[in-house]
């Protein structure tokens, strides 16, 4: 099985700064895309930020120069560094990752659980 772990969440003021990262492990073979989601109370899970094997990067629009995503392949950990947070970015962010178990499978999407980000005064 595949795991994805999120860490790096919490409390922050206006204007600060996180930075989130996401651990898979388990049964890898490849990774494909992946990326950060995000989900506030009563809204749908939107998309934050990706990024493709080959560093291939897209940002929302209400996070694009704030916002960078990177990853350590031979981690297999994708960061988020989460920058000027406003208050509007309070959501649980979700890390997401197309997985190849096995050479045999096809890719996979895999969740994390989330983590909590939080930006008030």
């Known amino acids: 099985q595949v795991q994805l772990v999120e860490s790096g969440g919490g409390l922050v003021q206006p204007g600060g700064s996180l930075r989130l990262s996401c651990v898979a492990s388990?049964?890898?073979?490849?990774?494909?895309?992946m990326g950060w989601y995000r989900q506030s109370s009563g809204e749908q899970r939107e998309l934050v930020a990706t990024?493709?094997?080959?560093?291939?990067?897209q940002y929302s629009g209400s996070v694009k120069g704030r916002f960078t995503i990177s990853r350590d392949n031979a981690a297999n950990t994708v960061y988020l560094q989460a920058n000027n947070l406003k208050p509007e970015d309070t959501a649980d962010y979700y890390c997401?990752?197309?997985?190849?178990?096995?050479?045999?499978?096809?890719?996979?999407?895999?969740w994390g659980q989330g983590i909590q980000v939080t930006v008030s005064a």
């Open positions: 997401n990752a197309l997985v190849r178990p096995d050479p045999s499978d096809y890719y996979n999407a895999y």
């Open positions: 388990g049964n890898i073979y490849s990774i494909s895309r």
């Open positions: 990024i493709t094997s080959d560093d291939f990067r």
